[in-house]
């Protein structure tokens, strides 16, 4: 049925950067806003940020305002995140997830689909 797979992590050097991709299958993709989320170890799991279901806003957390971007493909069924100077706080496991609301929403309880996961390791 519906599928989210991320790819693009691995260990990078603090100040470097890296990207996120998180393919769509098997749902109608421009129906549904777009989120990253990340759990470190030991940590509860947090919002990063999020595109509409238009493409035309996007919310982030603070921690990572101003160093990730997120965007989307409906062509592709493809959604990124950009991490740009990235820090050693920044290790965690990344997943993307798809909300059908309308709006922006940093609750996981609003987002009904979800990735695996994908390992970002941030040397220090």
């Known amino acids: 049925q519906v599928q989210l797979v991320e790819s693009g992590g691995g260990l990078v050097q603090a100040g470097g950067s890296l990207r996120l991709s998180c393919a769509a299958s098997?749902?109608?993709?421009?129906?549904?806003?777009w989120g990253w989320f990340r759990q470190a170890p030991g940590k509860e799991r947090e919002f990063v940020g999020v595109?509409?279901?238009?493409?035309?806003?996007?919310s982030y957390a603070d921690s990572v305002k101003g160093r990730f971007t997120i965007s989307r493909d409906n062509a592709k069924k493809m959604v990124y995140l950009q991490m740009n100077s990235l820090k050693s706080e920044d290790t965690a496991v990344y997943y993307c997830?798809?909300?059908?609301?309308?709006?922006?929403?940093?609750?996981?309880?609003?987002?009904?689909?979800w990735g695996q996961g994908t390992q970002v390791t941030v040397s220090s």
């Open positions: 595109v509409s279901r238009s493409g035309g806003s996007t």
């Open positions: 997830a798809a909300s059908p609301i309308l709006g922006l929403s940093t609750d996981s309880a609003r987002y009904n689909y």
């Open positions: 098997r749902l109608t993709f421009s129906a549904y806003a």
